[in-house]
Nanobody
């Protein structure tokens, strides 16, 4: 059974930076397609970023382009999200997700396509 565990959430001031990590366990290879989603209070879960198996394909929602960077280390079974220039609107619970399909943009952005989810980590950006 694949298990995903996020870490790194914290309270940071506006303009600050934070790096989230997601550790995978349960088998000896990482999900092929991995992503970050987030959910703010009272809002639906939204796509943030995704990365394919070989890191050649990445995708970001428009609001984080140029500020966030997704990366993965398959040897260490980890997924990361470097977040810079954070705004209060970035405040949310951030979730790591994985699936055993190869990258396509439609699939990467659809939360319903992911069978594996972490429990989430809280990111709060103060004004």
């Amino acid at each position: 059974q694949v298990q995903l565990t996020e870490s790194g959430g914290a309270l940071v001031p506006a303009g600050g930076s934070l790096k989230l990590s997601c550790a995978h366990s349960g088998r000896n290879y990482s999900p092929f397609l991995m992503a970050w989603f987030r959910q703010a209070p009272g809002k639906e879960r939204e796509f943030v970023a995704a990365i394919g198996w070989d890191s050649a394909a990445t995708d970001y929602t428009d609001s984080v382009k140029g500020r966030f960077t997704v990366s993965r280390d398959n040897a260490k079974n980890t997924l990361s999200l470097q977040m810079n220039s954070l705004y209060p609107v970035d405040t949310a619970v951030y979730y790591c997700a994985g699936q055993d399909s190869f990258y396509s943009q439609d699939r990467a952005r659809d939360p319903r396509s992911y069978p594996y989810w972490g429990q989430g980590t809280q990111v709060t950006v103060s004004t």
